[in-house]
């Protein structure tokens, strides 16, 4: 079943965006909250660094991405911190480039993915604020990010995760 693309929302108004999917402005995420030290952290060389050790990253996961994926019926799917893509390309591969979202706090992972997998939505964005409309995908999942936020953080981004989900 194909589905719309999902609406990415503005942060701080009532009013979604349709049609092409386009960032919030940036003034708009800045006003919503400050960065964390965490967030700070990963957007920065530090991140950059951790995306220069991952080009490696989706060794290992094409048998359970497979497996998994061939048991759900997917039209589309979003995962909060893809990095460079390592899950995303059996993602990609399984409901399509075009209906697969990747968000990420660093510049460098988001562009390392839009070369590997081509055609794939790489949105630059907080964990605690997706741009996107309630219920817009199939399939929401973070891999290694929860860990990162901290206890005041995580009932957020769990929130975000569960608001962008249809299941």
Request: with cysteine.
């Amino acid at each position: 079943m194909r589905r719309a693309a999902p609406r990415r929302v503005e942060r701080g108004t009532s009013r979604s965006m349709r049609g092409t999917p386009r960032l919030a402005s940036r003034a708009v995420a800045e006003e919503a909250a400050p960065q964390t030290q965490l967030e700070q952290l990963w957007a920065g060389d530090f991140g950059d660094d951790y995306v220069d050790r991952n080009f490696e990253a989706e060794r290992g996961r094409e048998r359970f991405w497979r497996e998994l994926l061939g048991r759900l019926e997917l039209a589309d799917a979003l995962e909060v911190g893809c990095n460079v893509g390592g899950n995303l390309r059996w993602v990609a591969e399984a409901v399509g480039p075009e209906r697969t979202h990747g968000v990420d706090l660093n510049r460098k992972a988001l562009s390392v993915l839009e070369e590997r997998v081509p055609g794939v939505s790489a949105t630059h964005a907080r964990a605690s604020e997706l741009p996107f409309a309630d219920a817009s995908f199939d399939m929401v999942f973070t891999m290694g990010v929860l860990i990162h936020q901290s206890s005041e953080q995580l009932p957020t981004v769990m929130a975000e995760v569960v608001r962008c989900s249809r299941r």
